[in-house]
């Protein structure tokens, strides 16, 4: 990408991830479950360090015309979001609010949102530093994504979760 068309979308990627953050913060002070507000405020948390990467980029395209690998700290994958499903497997049954699963669905959406906008990106990165920061992006905001589904079938179905959990430390998945 052009650098005017990188620094749009940088602008329009620290938009989403600060409204990610804004949705997550309030999503955690009004969970009920302590299971629900340690997974919101986990998503926060990330929503914050992805809004710090790309503040970065952006400031070294302004002052020099091009950013470096070291600027664009990739995060490496996190155990944390696996250790709350951990958590949920020792604690037994959560009560589900309504608002929780609302709060979960929308969130849902804006990590879905989040995932089309980087994937639409990265088809038009040119430069490999690009395409692994989107991809990287990409990743991490599937993750988030993944993080909801699981806590959303934890809390409608928790039979099913515990047999998801099961299986996938049988099959290594």
Do not use: C
Not at 126 to 155: D, G, I, N, Y
């Amino acid at each position: 990408m052009k650098n005017e068309e990188l620094m749009a979308m940088l602008q329009t990627a620290l938009q989403m991830e600060e409204k990610g953050y804004g949705f997550y913060e309030e999503a955690a002070k009004n969970a009920s479950s302590e299971e629900v507000k340690k997974l919101f405020s986990k998503l926060r948390d990330e929503e914050i360090v992805h809004a710090e990467r790309i503040k970065k980029i952006f400031a070294q395209i302004q002052s020099q015309g091009t950013w470096s690998e070291d600027v664009s700290s990739f995060m490496k994958p996190d155990k944390a979001l696996d250790r709350i499903f951990k958590e949920l497997k020792k604690g037994g049954k959560v009560e589900k609010t309504a608002s929780e699963l609302q709060a979960i669905d929308v969130a849902s959406g804006l990590e879905e949102k989040s995932i089309a906008f980087y994937e639409e990106h990265l088809r038009k990165a040119e430069s490999a530093l690009e395409k692994r920061f989107l991809e990287a992006m990409v990743s991490e905001e599937r993750s988030h994504f993944q993080a909801l589904r699981t806590m959303k079938l934890f809390l409608e179905d928790p039979s099913a979760f515990y047999e998801e959990l099961e299986k996938s430390h049988v099959d290594g998945g």
